[in-house]
């Protein structure tokens, strides 16, 4: 069995592999009542980058970590996409609709972790 952390991390390098921006990680792990341990939140350009990098996200954790997530919606769009690894969701937003939800202000509680775009 894998890890929050371990799934966090392998989902961060799939993210990474296709370019997507602005990765952060919320920890809900300390918060009561949360739906999970871990958002990983991040942006691509446009509908088709999002669409590239919830492949990614999905191949990188199953062919590292043989694990498949629950649940998948907003391909059929690819604006926000979200993908729930149980204890780990993924969003993956174009720009205007991750300012507009604003997740990581809605999360307050949450410790934050800006992760730094590689060289």
């Known amino acids: 069995m894998n890890t ?18 602005q990765i952060v990680v919320a920890d809900l792990s300390h918060i009561e009542g949360t739906i999970a341990h871990y958002f990983v939140i991040c942006q691509g350009n446009s509908p088709t980058q999002v669409e590239a990098i919830a492949e990614s996200v999905g191949d990188m954790v199953r062919e590292t970590l043989h694990e ?7 391909l059929e769009r ?42």
């Open 68 to 74: 498949k997530p629950a649940h998948v919606v907003g």
């Open 4 to 21: 929050a952390k371990q799934i966090v991390d392998t989902i961060v390098k799939g993210i990474q592999e296709k370019k997507g921006e």
């Open 78 to 119: 690819a604006q926000w996409v979200a993908i729930d690894f149980t204890d780990v969701i993924v969003h993956i937003f174009v720009p205007e609709l991750r300012e507009f939800y604003d997740l990581e202000n809605l999360w307050q509680d949450a410790e934050i972790e800006t992760i730094k775009e590689p060289l």
